[in-house]
């Protein structure tokens, strides 16, 4: 036989490639800033400050929409991020609007903004309203009866990074000054990632500000997780922001269906520090 490929071993993979392969995607993320105001000004040249501009005090509000696509070879975009704005502005802005003003619910409101979107973006993956810096909801294309409330909620605590089953010398390798004796504190925050019927009267926000107070805060904040706590004591897990992000999972699990109708706990994310964070999702 000839060094050559027999062109029958080749054409099965071609076939392969071509019916089965799928490019590699990629997730661009784009906030677009949007006021609401009486009598419903327009215009506006800046985006970075949101538009259209604040002439009368009103609402001010962040869109955040994901699109998942290939690159395009020539310019490398996934997609045009003008794109994305004229569409939030031009499709989306005014399902939310009619939501701020009652005329529709919320989640519903969030829900009609993205399959509005979704018709001119189709790499439309979720599209996410954050109605302040520590609360946002958001609703993927994927699931429209549904909608996921994120809220970020605080509290202090000191720890210490020990595991006795190891030497002292290998916890100080380990966890280096997390080891001191005395331990350390943080201003920790957390945010539950709750799933609600996008059809509710009102997002649940009170409720899960009311569980979260009630079954973490309570329990942890001004604590020293490894004295004072059982879940992270002396028979408990070694209190890094992934153990805390678990058990505070685990913990609040079994309350949140108790916040609304259909509600669930989908994920739990703690920040140590605001370079430092873990997020359990089982």
């Excluded at 080749?10 to 784009?30: D, E, I, K």
């Excluded at 509000?61 to 310019?75: R, Y």
Aim: a positive charge.
């Amino acid at each position: 036989m000839s060094g050559r490929t027999s062109l029958r071993a080749v054409a099965p993979l071609c076939l392969f490639r071509r019916f089965f392969y799928t490019p590699p995607m990629t997730r661009l993320s784009r906030i677009v800033r949007l006021t609401i105001q009486p009598g419903g000004a327009g215009g506006g040249q800046n985006g970075f400050g949101g538009r259209p501009p604040m002439n009368l005090p009103g609402a001010f509000f962040e869109v955040e929409a994901v699109v998942a696509g290939p690159h395009d070879p020539p310019t490398g975009y996934v997609i045009d991020i003008k794109r994305v704005d004229e569409g939030v502005q031009r499709h989306a802005r005014q399902h939310l609007e009619r939501a701020y003003a009652g005329g529709v619910r919320p989640g519903a409101g969030l829900r009609d903004a993205a399959a509005s979107l979704v018709r001119v973006l189709p790499g439309l993956e979720s599209l996410s309203w954050h109605l302040s810096p520590f609360l946002r909801v958001e609703a993927d294309v994927k699931t429209p009866q549904t909608v996921i409330v994120r809220q970020r909620f605080d509290f202090a605590a000191s720890h210490r990074l020990h595991v006795d089953s190891l030497s002292a010398e290998e916890n100080r390798r380990l966890f280096g000054k997390c080891n001191y004796e005395s331990g350390h504190g943080h201003n920790y925050r957390f945010e539950p990632a709750v799933r609600v019927p996008a059809d509710l009267a009102a997002l649940p926000v009170a409720a899960i500000e009311e569980v979260c107070e009630r079954i973490i805060i309570a329990r942890f904040d001004h604590r020293h997780l490894n004295v004072d706590t059982e879940e992270f004591g002396p028979r408990g897990v070694n209190p890094t922001v992934e153990n805390i992000a678990r058990v505070f999972y685990d913990i609040l699990k079994p309350h949140v269906a108790a916040v609304a109708s259909g509600a669930e706990l989908i994920a739990m994310t703690v920040w140590e520090t605001d370079r430092t964070s873990a997020e359990y999702r089982p």
